[in-house]
């Protein structure tokens, strides 16, 4: 991608932040808390899946989401720097809301 | 050896490090003071974060409320992680990318005004306050427990080890010594909780003891634990009992919060770039959440614990932990039926015994029967979670004074010899009131902790967010947003936990939300209200513009 703009780097960033938000919300405030009662009708092993979901599920999908990020950000930052900041400035300016 | 000569000899040992560190990692400068140098490791930082983070309240507290609370603990968890992710994907890289060492630095160059810098220097103030005053108290507890001193004695050794390594450390004798408590404060938690669980489950990982069969062969620990509850007219464990509106608003709460929380913040200006804020992030949810996965398992492992060997004993025969309790009032027994035996019933008229939320932890290894050495570690690591989250509190309300009241503000002529000297003097201020309060609690410091979170939910964590993502948001926007957040939040708990708390019930809330959870509306109104007052109002100045864009885009700062 050798065209990559500060204002293509900034959507970028955004639209993963978004969808990894998504996820974020769905696993905790969805299947933790929304949706447990129905969840609790599934069981695995001694868990109850909307209870395991609440007290132990979520929290290994919010390490997992962070590290998903770490990791894009960083490939997506590699493909930024192929281009210098300065030429950028201008493309940012009324592209960067 | 007794469990009085183990716990000597661990909190000699733990402090000892401390101490070693603190005169090792000194500070020269302002900057290594307020950031430790900027210089920090990535893994070192997840470390000292999660340690900051971690308090007595999750330490000592947290695995005792969920075994009340049973599945409604669950806005502890998800809310005091998922915060996490907030933090690593909306606020951490860009405030590492603006490159200053405070939260209300970030505000007042973002917002262009002197006023909003000084707001939040009220707010960092008053949100920290609240949070250190309670790590006081439970290292007062822990003190008089274990080590059998009187509580001020316990306070007093607190303090004066907080005051070393803060006091001639700064953030870098900090972070270094929460790199060392955090490792004894994870070991002091697993241990009995990996005992616990191979001794009732016959599972090394607590985790997955947490879904097994019991090894009495009485079925799974889960079905156990909700039968035992029905038995004794206890609500069903697995089962919520908080309406669903008020567990999620709570959570919400929890996690703006987290996200907004100054002494967490400031953690992430210490590493060397943006890409290692990042990755730091992801290593302290790592680090937390060996602790908060196996939390939940404690819970359930102490609560059947206590109702086998409490319900319908006899009285004289209890063990000595339960008169060690007992003498500290945070457990109680009132023979109602005068039968001289326990009766742990859900029905409060027939109940008999009163157990407090806080020693569900510090107990379970004795009433399991764990070995000594296995008990007196819980006291070191208790001990390394408060003063660990003691002195990165400690440090926000230093810098926010001699930092952004004193250098920015008041006295922008001061040179950094001074201006480290006013630091270090204010931290030592700071660790005194804290010390007094932590000596002489009021009775409300435990009730008031929790809305820390309401507080920084509602003023801090919109107005950065806005900052990094609004271009356009300016500074009367952000300003009356913060302070419409903050007192409104402030006012509803307020009003129900200290002015009416009678009328603390679920008909008298808004839309049914408890006061834990009110910070979430706060949030909502900071934000609605600084788009309202943003577009009634000019754009920020083209300078500011420039400062929002740079911030966004990778590279050194």
Redesign the interface.
Known sequence: MSDYS?SA??KA?IKL?LS??CI?FLI??GG???F??FL?EFR?????LG??I???G???V??A???V??WA??K??SQ??KRP?KD??EN??GG?? | MSVQMWTYVFVFLSFSLYIGIAIWSRAGSTKEFYVAGGGVHPLANGMATAADWMSAASFIGMAGL?SFLG?D??FY??GW??G??LL???LA?YLRKFGKFTVPDFIGDRYYSQTARLAAVFCAIVISFIYVCRQMQGAGVVFSRFLEVDVTTGVLIGMAIVFFYAVLGGMKGITYTQVAQYCVLIFAFMVPAIFISIMMTGQVIP?IG????LIDGSG????RLDGLSQELGFATY?E?QRS?QD??FI??AL?FGTAGLPHVIIRFFTVPNV?DA??S??YA??FI?IL??TA?AVAAFARVNLINSVNNAEYTAMPDWFTKWETTSLITFEDKNNDGKIRYDGNADLNELTVSADIMVMANPEIAGLPNWVVALVTAGALAAALSTAAGLLLVISTSVAHDMLKRTFMPSINEKQELLAARLSIFIAVLIAGYVGMNPPAYVAQVVAFAFGLAAASFFPAIVLGIF???MNKQGAISGMAVGFVFTAAYIIYFKLINPAANIAENWFFGISPEGIGTLGTILNVGCAYVVASFTSDPPDDVQEL??VI????EA
């Open positions: 500060a780097y900034w960033n932040v990894l938000l974020w905790s405030f933790g808390i929304l447990v009662d609790d695995f092993g001694g868990f109850k209870f395991w609440a007290q132990q979520s929290i290994f919010f390490i989401l962070i590290f990020y770490v950000m960083d997506l930052d930024y720097k900041l950028d400035r940012l300016k960067g809301q | 969920i599945r603990g669950t968890l998800m992680t998922g996490y992710v690593a994907l909306l890289p985790q947490f879904g097994s069969e799974y620990l889960l079905d697995t919520g669903t567990v999620f959570t919400a996690m890409r990042r990755r992030a992801g949810i790592v959440a908060y996965t939940p609004q271009k356009k929002v864009e966004r885009l990778p590279g």
